[in-house]
C-alpha cells in the first residue's frame, strides 16, 4: 500500500502563499509521476502541476505563480503557491501515478484564499 499525506493547506489572503508538502510512505515500486490536483465545490478535479522524469507541467492558472518541486531523497512533493488568489480556494490532492499506471491519491488539503 502506498500512503500520501498533505499538510500545509490553511487560510490565507489574496496576494500572500502558502507551500504544501506531500510525504509518501509504503510500498512504492517506482514513480512515473507526482502532482497536485485540486477540486472546487461544485466543479470537477483539476490537474494543478505534475513532475515526472522529463519536466514539470502546469495548468495556466497558475503558470508563473506556483512551483512543484520534489525531494527524491525524501519521497516528499511540494507546491509553493505565490501571489493566491480566491479562485485558487479548493481542496488540494497530491497523487502518484506508478508506473505500472496505477494512481494513488491522498486526503486532500483545504486551502482558502480570502479576498
Known amino acids: 500500500q502506498v500512503q500520501l499525506v498533505e499538510s500545509g493547506g490553511g487560510l490565507v489572503q489574496a496576494g500572500g502563499s502558502l507551500r504544501l508538502s506531500c510525504a509518501a510512505s509504503g510500498s512504492i515500486f517506482g514513480i512515473a509521476a507526482m502532482g497536485w490536483y485540486r477540486q472546487a465545490p461544485g466543479k470537477q478535479r483539476e490537474l494543478v502541476a505534475d513532475?515526472?522524469?522529463?519536466?514539470?507541467n502546469y495548468a495556466d492558472s497558475v503558470k508563473g505563480r506556483f512551483t512543484i518541486s520534489r525531494d527524491n531523497a525524501k519521497n516528499t512533493l511540494y507546491l509553493q503557491m505565490n501571489s493566491l488568489k480566491p479562485e485558487d480556494t479548493a481542496v488540494y490532492y497530491c497523487?502518484?501515478?506508478?508506473?505500472?499506471?496505477?494512481?494513488?491519491w491522498g486526503q486532500g488539503t483545504q486551502v482558502t484564499v480570502s479576498s
Open positions: 513532475i515526472t522524469s522529463g519536466g514539470t
Open positions: 497523487s502518484l501515478r506508478t508506473p505500472f499506471g496505477t494512481t494513488h
